[in-house]
């Protein structure tokens, strides 16, 4: 029996938002907040935060602004799945465009469950308003004070998604995307 690819992408996809949510589990089940776990020396840490808005620990507009950033993560997430399916429809695309999608919308997946259901099953906020949990943090470059100045966010498996996702569309898949932007024959555009 062979698999389609639309299939092997959705099993892709559930499988990286399974990955991503149960490391959040372990982590928010076996360490406690601000603790740190010493991976690979001083520069790969497991460190539990709980990020309430965007990137970087960003705040927008107080309630209002998680409302309005949940659901554009949740409307962001629908356009992404509807696009790749759009996209492996039509055939067009190849195989290595639509992982690079699918691992944006996992990513993108990941981090909408905590938000919209974290607050719920953990007990500290309603529907929406859930926070991220976020446990990577390589801080790679301190200066003479110790301090870190290179790479100082804590991010997790969706986040990681989300880049490799883009810089792999961006690094190795970018001529699919400036050829969508060209006109398909050169008389139609004259």
């Given at each position: 029996?062979?698999v389609?690819?639309?299939?092997?992408?959705?099993?892709?996809?559930?499988?990286?938002?399974?990955?991503?949510?149960?490391?959040?589990?372990?982590?928010?089940?076996?360490?406690?907040?601000?603790?740190?776990?010493?991976?690979?020396?001083?520069?790969?840490?497991?460190?539990?935060?709980?990020?309430?808005?965007?990137?970087?620990?960003?705040?927008?507009?107080?309630?209002?602004?998680?409302?309005?950033?949940?659901?554009?993560?949740?409307?962001?997430?629908?356009?992404?799945?509807?696009?790749?399916?759009?996209?492996?429809?039509?055939?067009?695309?190849?195989?290595?465009?639509?992982?690079g999608?699918?691992?944006?919308?996992?990513?993108?997946?990941?981090?909408?469950?905590?938000?919209?259901?974290?607050?719920?099953?953990?007990?500290?906020?309603?529907?929406?308003?859930?926070?991220?949990?976020?446990?990577?943090?390589?801080?790679?470059?301190?200066n003479?004070?110790?301090?870190?100045?290179?790479?100082?966010?804590?991010?997790?498996?969706?986040?990681?998604?989300?880049?490799?996702?883009?810089?792999?569309?961006?690094?190795?898949?970018?001529?699919?995307f400036?050829?969508?932007?060209?006109?398909?024959?050169?008389?139609?555009?004259?």
């Amino acid at each position: 029996m062979k698999v389609s690819r639309g299939a092997r992408l959705i099993v892709l996809g559930v499988l990286l938002v399974v990955i991503d949510q149960v490391i959040k589990y372990l982590v928010k089940t076996n360490m406690e907040l601000g603790q740190q776990i010493y991976v690979l020396g001083d520069w790969f840490r497991i460190c539990f935060v709980e990020n309430i808005g965007m990137a970087f620990g960003m705040k927008f507009g107080g309630a209002v602004g998680k409302f309005l950033l949940s659901l554009f993560r949740i409307i962001l997430c629908g356009a992404l799945i509807w696009w790749i399916s759009s996209l492996n429809k039509k055939g067009k695309a190849p195989t290595g465009v639509l992982v690079g999608l699918t691992l944006i919308t996992a990513g993108a997946f990941g981090n909408i469950i905590d938000c919209l259901f974290y607050g719920m099953i953990w007990d500290y906020a309603p529907f929406m308003f859930g926070k991220v949990v976020d446990m990577f943090y390589f801080p790679l470059i301190h200066n003479s004070a110790g301090e870190v100045i290179f790479f100082s966010p804590v991010f997790n498996f969706a986040d990681s998604c989300v880049t490799v996702g883009a810089f792999y569309l961006i690094l190795f898949q970018w001529k699919f995307f400036a050829s969508e932007d060209k006109p398909k024959d050169d008389k139609k555009a004259a």
